[in-house]
């Protein structure tokens, strides 16, 4: 047929329609080959750097878990030049690791797990090696007891000497998370090496403590910084430490398999480490087996080190879920009472203890110990989910969007045993609980840490309740957690770095070099007796960007020290510290107290209305007006103000402190620059509307202060005055959004501390009554409320608004404390090393007004007490704060101001 159409077609057409037809499937082969070949989505990367500054490395795991709900479950993320694919969601992680296991079941051996195993051992290996250590220690393992009554045996003989641990303490607090540590690795140390240790053993603490600072350290952002550029690694500190730890290591256990090798017994295998080296005699002289000294020893140190890590930790936060959760604590006693009795518990009393088994599970699903699993990598080039993933490709199965997968659990976020219960009160498994991950990765040593965490949580419930330390409430058990490479309880920060480092010392963030004074008698000394030299502020770079060097805040040099001096003076001539400013702050008491009244005793949100009334008295003083609450130009101003202060502390600003370059690609530092043109134009128009009004013989504010004094130097001919447009936007910035910010944080801690400890709040309205009746409180009425102004002092010391202080710079060269510190540096006075000094307050983390008191009841000032800094840059409001506080303080106002005052005292405050 087609030969007869083609004897009435040209040559030539002929020709044409063969390179056509040729042509249209040579295209649809190449967009075929091209989609089949199609990566997954995922956030543009920046070049070299990739995603790094689109993740928070504080919690990888949930900035990864936050990108699937907009990329979907396969999306693709660089760290650096490095393509990542990650997998979310209990579908696509077990559709990958089980349903496709051989494809997604190789171990990305990254530069730091390479640095740790050499790719020995069963942990960052891969290929043959992995597959015969893996079978072989299953194997041995299971040998050995491994969820049988054998290792049950072990984990019950050291329930016991935990539970003698824990008598030894007699109910009073103690950190028990060394003590399961130790316990935990006996368990292991008795299969792997046939004894166990005694709790205070040296080696055992050592071996037992260097794991675990090796697992917290892995997951350091400096870290994944070295997995990205090796390079690095001589120059980080945390590598160097975990390069030690590795060596000290491999030379503890060294010396026990080598005990262990000159007693061997081929007849009588007495552990682990035995069974490999009768292994290895008998294949001796096969050059090509798996069994010689480099797998032994890292399969040993894997299976110790992660065994006692995730095992450990997991049982830490099963008794701090009880703590927190009393109820729960008390309904799995009234089970194992009802079960088990006195008994010691068994494997077998799990089928019977329902309720039991899912608080254990729950604990396990919500701690999440294990994030991000270990990265796995692809063996060969797959389509998954319609896209192409090429072999070799790292892959990241995201655990926490498995565990927290809102399309397989009811509420994700929340302790629910019921999660683990069907309506009759029944156990059950749910296929996404992979604390374990699953495929051909799995935890080899599920089994027995199943036994572990069982035998070990009813053991010690069966003999403790446990709760928080006296003083805390259940509410107030910090449960957060910090990323190494598991999660573990959130540690402290800079003071405890002052702790170890003395009250001077150097810290870096990123290259820039950073000195930190902490303790009052070091503050002082530098920000009083030296001002001189520690009185220069640190311009950052956001910190120029907001008054490009002009203002009060954020200046130095002859204009700051003007626009000091000048809004010092103006202020005081505005009535600060004087009846003026006191009649100002008592007016706005009224307009605050009339609007809580009209939420008529029902729980509010207290934040705006504050911030507004403490705004109303700057503004006063500033503008020579106030506002209305409800006007949607002062809403804005400061609310923009408030959110402003609140952007300037976060991390992608300090980031951006340390590398300006990245401004435009910080969603926080375009929020700021926004926030900063919309304030300019804001006062602009406040200032423009002064300056067409004003009248040189009727100075109204702070404003036409400024406005008449640069009037009077233009007239004089003096250009080079630092009285500009500049200096009073910049100023009335300055004192409108640092004011109301400071001082009204300071009020609603006041608020806060008053609802928490009502016990307080009587004594200060009992004072009130006696002192000062039904009349309005006054400033010269603090001298007789001793209790009442040692509240406010209380409430501004613990509440420690300004922890850091605002950075200074050393104007010269100085030497401090034996310490050369350059010109230039930058300089942090930690405040809250100050106002929590155990050295200056008898109980500096509790709320105690008797700081403040002398035995007698009366006030007594304390040096320490630096809630406004000191020095050259302290607050130079620092009356108005102390005023407000005084006038419009909780207890006052809740007792005092009004006759409504009563109705208020009952409010829940929010």
């Known amino acids: 047929m087609i030969q007869y159409i083609f004897r009435f077609i040209p040559a030539s057409v002929s020709l044409v329609w063969v390179i056509v037809s040729v042509s249209v499937l040579l295209f649809l082969y190449v967009q075929l080959s091209v989609l089949s070949r ?235 480490v035995d069974v490999f080296l009768t292994q290895k005699q008998n294949l001796k002289g096969n050059n090509h087996t798996h069994y010689h000294d480099d797998n032994l020893l890292y399969t040993v140190m894997n299976l110790f080190a992660a065994g006692t890590d995730t095992t450990a930790t997991t049982i830490n936060w099963c008794l701090l879920f009880m703590a927190k959760y009393p109820h729960i604590q008390e309904r799995v006693q009234e089970e194992l009472n009802q079960v088990v009795g006195s008994r010691q518990v068994r494997i077998e009393d799990r089928k019977n203890l329902p309720f039991t088994d899912a608080v254990i599970h729950e604990s396990q699903r919500l701690a999440n110990i294990a994030p991000m699993a270990i990265p796995h990598t692809t063996s060969k080039d797959v389509i998954f989910q319609g896209y192409f993933i090429k072999k070799g490709t790292t892959v990241l199965p995201l655990l926490t969007s498995v565990l927290y997968d809102e399309s397989e659990w009811e509420s994700p976020r929340t302790f629910n045993p019921s999660h683990f219960l069907d309506k009759e009160g029944k156990f059950i498994k749910r296929d996404a609980f992979m604390p374990f991950s699953a495929g051909r990765r799995v935890c080899l040593g599920e089994s027995l840490a199943r036994m572990d965490i069982f035998l070990f949580f009813t053991s010690l419930l069966q003999h403790f309740s446990f709760t928080p330390p006296a003083g805390i409430s259940e509410d107030e058990l910090d449960l957060t957690p910090v990323v190494g490479f598991t999660l573990a309880p959130q540690p402290q920060g800079l003071c405890a770095l002052s702790k170890k480092y003395g009250p001077v010392f150097q810290i870096y963030f990123g290259p820039k070099k950073v000195v930190v004074l902490a303790g009052y008698r070091t503050v002082k000394q530098a920000l009083v007796n030296h001002a001189v030299e520690f009185g220069n502020r640190e311009v950052t770079p956001i910190f120029y960007d907001f008054n490009k060097g002009h203002g009060i805040l954020f200046a130095n040099g002859d204009s700051w020290r003007e626009m000091r001096r000048f809004s010092l003076t103006t202020l005081k001539d505005f009535g600060m510290g004087k009846r003026l400013s006191e009649e100002k702050i008592i007016e706005e008491c009224y307009y605050l107290i009339e609007e809580f009244e009209r939420f008529k005793g029902k729980p509010f949100i207290n934040s705006q209305a504050i911030h507004y009334a403490v705004s109303n008295v700057m503004s006063a003083v500033t503008f020579g007006k106030r506002f209305e609450y409800t006007d949607p130009v002062f809403q804005a101003m400061v609310d923009r103000d408030n959110e402003s202060i609140h952007l300037a502390g976060t991390a992608s600003v300090m980031i951006y402190n340390l590398l300006p370059w990245l401004g435009p690609y910080l969603k926080n530092w375009r929020d700021l620059m926004k926030n900063i043109e919309d304030g300019k134009s804001d006062i602009g128009k406040i200032i423009a509307d002064l300056k067409n009004t004003l009248d040189p013989n009727l100075c109204r504010c702070f404003v036409d202060a400024f406005l008449i004094r640069k009037q009077n130097l233009e007239e004089s001919k003096i250009n080079s005055s630092l009285y500009n447009d500049n200096n009073l936007l910049y100023s009335v910035m300055n004192l409108f959004g640092a004011g109301n910010d400071t001082t009204g944080n300071t009020l609603k801690w006041c608020l806060l501390y008053m609802a928490k400890h009502p016990c307080v709040q009587e004594q200060v309205q009992d004072e009130l009554k006696r002192v000062v009746g039904s009349r309005q409180v006054r400033v010269e009425d603090r001298k007789n409320l001793p209790f009442t102004d040692a509240v406010i002092h209380e409430s501004q010391r613990l509440a420690n608004i300004g922890p850091m202080a605002l950075p200074h710079a050393t104007s010269q060269d100085v030497t401090f404390q034996g310490y050369f510190i350059k010109k230039g540096t930058t300089v942090i006075p930690l405040l809250t090393s100050v106002l929590y000094d155990e050295s200056e307050w008898e109980s500096p983390y509790s709320f105690n007004p008797s700081h403040f008191l002398d035995k007698e009841g009366k006030f007594i000032k304390r040096d320490a007490f630096l809630a406004f800094s000191a020095g050259r840059r302290a607050c130079l409001g620092k009356v108005w704060p102390e005023w407000s506080s005084f006038c419009s303080s909780p207890p006052c106002s809740s007792t005092l101001l009004l006759p409504l005052r009563l109705e208020f005292q009952r409010m829940s405050w929010i």
């Open 38 to 272: 199609r990566e997954p989505p995922g956030p543009r990367p920046l070049p070299l750097l990739g995603n790094l500054f689109q993740v928070d490395l504080k919690r990888l795991d949930q900035s990864l878990f936050d990108l699937s709900k907009k990329y979907g479950p396969v999306f693709l993320v660089s760290f650096g030049p490095k393509k990542v694919v990650v997998l979310a969601g209990y579908r696509t992680v077990k559709q990958a690791l089980v349903n496709q296991a051989n494809e997604f079941g190789n171990r990305e051996v990254t530069p730091i797990f390479y640095d740790f195993n050499k790719e020995h051992g069963i942990l960052f290996a891969n290929g043959d090696s992995w597959k015969e250590m893996r079978r072989f220690t299953l194997s041995t393992l299971r040998d050995f007891g491994m969820g049988k009554s054998i290792s049950e045996q072990r984990i019950i003989e050291e329930c016991g000497w935990l539970i003698e641990e824990f008598d030894q303490f007699q109910g009073k607090p103690f950190d028990d998370t060394h003590t399961i540590s130790y316990a935990v690795s006996n368990v292991l140390s008795g299969l792997m090496f046939g004894k166990r240790f005694e709790y205070r053993d040296p080696l055992l603490q050592a071996i037992v403590n260097r794991d675990n600072e090796t697992i917290y350290l892995t997951g350091t952002a400096s870290i994944l910084i070295y997995n990205m550029f090796p390079w690095m690694g001589p120059w980080l500190k945390n590598w160097k430490a975990l390069m030690k730890n590795m060596e000290d290591g491999k030379a503890d256990l060294g010396k026990i398999i080598t005990e262990l090798k000159d007693t061997l017994d081929s007849d009588t295998c007495r552990c682990f």
